[in-house]
């Protein structure tokens, strides 16, 4: 059975590069002992399980809307357009109703950015005109399709973006990264750390930006139940010496960290 064409028949993980999949099929079989040629399908099942929490679980099921919803977006002004196709992602659609504020509240704190790299960004470059503000954008995702239908986005706003695409847990990937005034890390490090532990280390010590902002959600995905932010002391601890502030707003809490 080939498991990489098994896994992705399911929807969910269509958009997904092919060695992303081999490499978690790899990660699941060691971490569960498992002979990939013998125990097919509990791994396809294990498999599953894990890209659902790192990937497919943030997609909206009208999520392969999106292509036609950015054809008929009028412009950077259509704000009723932009909140349409970033209800397709479950942690853009959680923060439609704070984004000016979460912006607002961000840059009094670093000023406005020249520029931005947007780490795991999902369809957060999609909220560039709630940040009020003309700005290089670098988006990050794992897919090549998730990133270009970024590409298409900024092409088509005239925004000057860039999209890259691939594993960021990797060490080679965090070497590419380019230089930014501010670094997005948007609910991103739970997902990263769940592909490769204690990766977070690696990556803001990599970071060329002299902002860093990292968001973690207070509830479970969904407005689901409250999660403490006790389970954040690991990540305080890392950033402990490191100026920084913190702001809560809506169900996410964001911490604005100084790095030059
Ligand atoms: C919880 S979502 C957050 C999305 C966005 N930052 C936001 O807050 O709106 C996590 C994102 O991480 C992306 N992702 C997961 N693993 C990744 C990896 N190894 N490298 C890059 N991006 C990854 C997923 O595709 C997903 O879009």
Known sequence: MDLVFEIKKKKEFRNLDDSFVEDALRKIAKENQLDISKDEEIIVKKTRAFLREVYGAFLSKNFDKRDKLLSSLAGLNDLEGHRKILKLHISTAERIPYYNQVYASIFAITGNPGSILDIA???????????????????????????????????????????????????????KLPQADICFLFKAIDTLESIRWN????????????????????????????ISEKRLSWFLKLINGMKYERIVIGDEVFFVLRKA
């Open 121 to 175: 960004s999902g369809l957060n470059p999609l909220s560039y005109p709630f940040m009020n503000i003309q700005a290089k954008y670098f988006a990050y995702e794992l897919s090549k399709d998730d990133a270009l239908f970024l590409q298409k986005y900024f092409d088509k706003m005239r925004i000057s973006g860039e999209t890259l695409f691939g594993d960021i847990t990797k060490s080679e990937e965090m070497d």
């Open 199 to 226: 990766v977070t280390a690696e990556l803001l010590s990599k970071l060329k930006c002299k902002w860093i902002v990292a968001s973690f959600p207070l509830r479970t995905l969904g407005k689901g139940k409250l």
